[in-house]
């Protein structure tokens, strides 16, 4: 058990030192911290798992739906990442971890009886909606990428007015 914990110990100290946020902003305008690793590497496996862990150890509550809304964030800044870089083969994968993560995010949030935070989060939703819009818009009309991104895009306008009311 001991040794379970030490390499834990060492997994969680390098993880931090690996995941230290970079100054160059992702995004247009968007004050989004891009991710050192990002879909595509060999570290990024490791990354998710972590990220996965993290979700089952945090309590309900406030605590959550700031991580969830960290997860949101870093998921936008990846699928970012590999669009501007012309990673086709993780567009897609990174698409879905968008969405998915959009939709936890809203579902925890409209379960808040904070009315603040469900304004807060509609209306990055909206920004983050037109950021993807110039996102989409680099490929070709209604190709499978420009589908995927739209897609993101029709999410959030659904999170927002079903579960952010």
């Not at 739906?65 to 590999?82: C, P, Q």
């Not at 870089?85 to 809203?106: C, D, H, P, T």
């Not at 939703?125 to 818009?137: H, I, P, Q, S």
Request: hydrophobic fraction near 40%.
């Amino acid at each position: 058990m001991r040794n379970f914990l030490i390499f834990l110990s060492l997994i969680l100290i390098s993880f931090t030192l690996l995941s230290a946020p970079r100054i160059i902003k992702a995004g247009e305008g968007l004050n989004l911290k891009p991710e050192k690793i990002n879909p595509g590497s060999f570290k990024y496996p490791l990354k998710r798992i972590w990220e996965k862990i993290s979700v089952v150890l945090t309590p309900s509550g406030k605590n959550k739906v700031k991580l969830y809304e960290k997860l949101f964030e870093t998921r936008l800044s990846e699928l970012n990442y590999v669009t501007e870089n012309k990673k086709l083969g993780e567009i897609e994968k990174a698409s879905q971890r968008f969405s998915f993560y959009a939709g936890v995010l809203a579902q925890d949030a409209g379960r808040s009886d904070n009315p603040g935070k469900k304004l807060q989060l509609s209306e990055k939703f909206k920004v983050y909606g037109n950021m993807l819009a110039g996102t989409r818009d680099k490929f070709e009309f209604e190709s499978s990428y420009w589908l995927l991104i739209q897609q993101n895009i029709d999410t959030l306008t659904i999170l927002t007015n079903d579960n952010l009311k």
